[in-house]
């Protein structure tokens, strides 16, 4: 029996009221998942894979948005600590506001998680995340092959937009990419920040570097947004789909539909489905204090590891490669087609 809450800036007293009853009903206790937003695709899908996946194992599930506010998250575990819940999972608004907030929960004698956006600097029971390295390890054997494919051997000139230069998320892709193409001496490859992840600085940089250099043979978008952008750029430069080669990140639904059309190659998604299959498959074990290994998993199929760090239990989880032939059928987040076989925990 699961019973799922989604619970807004005015339903959260009347969930507090609620909450009793609420654990009556479950088997297992209730689990409150404490999201950044709601103001993109990844987050909505990650709260109903949340609730779907760990809901289904027998947790009750009750989501909080912090609606991109680190204060509000703060208070939000506040309230979430009054209805006695076995476990927190937390998309953390801000990696530092947070931790008073995990610490007291911790003391509380709840468990704490982290998904997606590791926090490192506070003890936590669990985290599962992307191996952001590893997508763009990932991205660099893509751009090899499809490099080989083009010019008869990897060469050529690679513009690379990245996200913002203060986001780790985008410094750990580049980084993964940037040293699995080191050791191709005939790749040139040119690096533009996206400032604030916008798309329309990706835009303006595909513009001008088109320009300046255009000899240029693939652009590494390191999201699917950014990569829409430089799509338009190409087709308002009279370019056809293809005509120069796109890679991209992440897995928005943006992205592949790009894949479709024909404006991208490859996309290496950000694991949402993978990483919240993590959890539940962990959780019984977090949540009942059970020893735990170290060593690799199989997650939805993708080969991920798990490895006790400084913080705690930390399961990494790779990016798997969206193409043309495998966009209908492979389990990508950005289809929003959630697995439905049911989640096996770790016993």
């Known amino acids: 029996m699961k019973l799922i809450k989604n619970l807004g800036c005015a339903a959260v007293l009347l969930a507090v009221a609620m909450a009793p009853a609420m654990v009556s009903a479950q088997d297992k206790g209730t689990v409150v998942y404490l999201l950044p937003s709601l103001g993109d695709e990844f987050q909505t899908e990650s709260r109903t894979a949340i609730e779907n996946m760990i809901g289904g194992l ?30 927190l999972v937390i998309a953390a608004v801000d990696f530092d506001s947070v931790i008073p907030g995990i610490e007291k929960a911790r003391e509380a004698g709840v468990k704490v998680i982290a998904y997606d956006r590791p926090i490192t600097n506070v003890e936590l029971d669990f985290t599962s995340v992307a191996g952001t390295y590893e997508i763009g390890e ?38 993964g990419f940037d040293e699995n193409m080191a050791e191709f001496s005939d790749v040139t490859i040119i690096t533009k920040p996206a400032m604030g992840w916008e798309a329309s600085n990706a835009a303006d940089i595909a513009d001008d570097q088109l320009l300046v250099n255009t000899d240029i043979d693939l652009i590494f978008t390191h999201a699917g947004h950014l990569a829409g952008a ?16 796109q890679v991209t990140a992440v897995g928005l639904p943006q992205g592949l539909d790009l894949i479709r059309q024909g404006w991208v190659s490859v996309d290496v998604e950000q694991p949402l489905y993978a990483q ?41 989880i790779p990016g798997a490669a969206a193409r043309k032939d495998n966009v209908e059928t492979g389990p990508f987040w950005g289809n929003l087609n959630a697995p439905t076989d049911p989640i096996i925990p770790v016993q």
């Open 276 to 316: 919240v299959a993590g959890i539940a498959m962990f959780l019984d074990l977090v949540v009942g204090g059970g020893d735990m290994s170290e060593g690799s998993y199989d997650v939805l199929g993708l080969k991920s590891t798990l490895t006790h760090e400084t913080w705690g239990w930390n399961l990494k």
């Open 138 to 175: 990932v991205a660099a054997h893509e751009v090899q092959t499809l490099l080989k494919a083009l010019n008869g051997s990897v060469s050529g000139t690679v513009l690379q937009i990245t996200g913002d230069p203060g986001d780790m998320f985008s410094v750990d892709i580049q980084t």
């Open 230 to 245: 430089v799509s338009s750029v190409l087709e308002a430069k009279g370019q056809a789909p293809g005509e120069t080669i």
């Open 58 to 87: 027998g947790y009750e599930v009750i989501s909080m948005d912090a609606q991109n506010r680190s204060d509000h998250q703060l208070n939000q575990i506040d309230t979430a600590l009054l209805m006695n819940p076995v476990a």
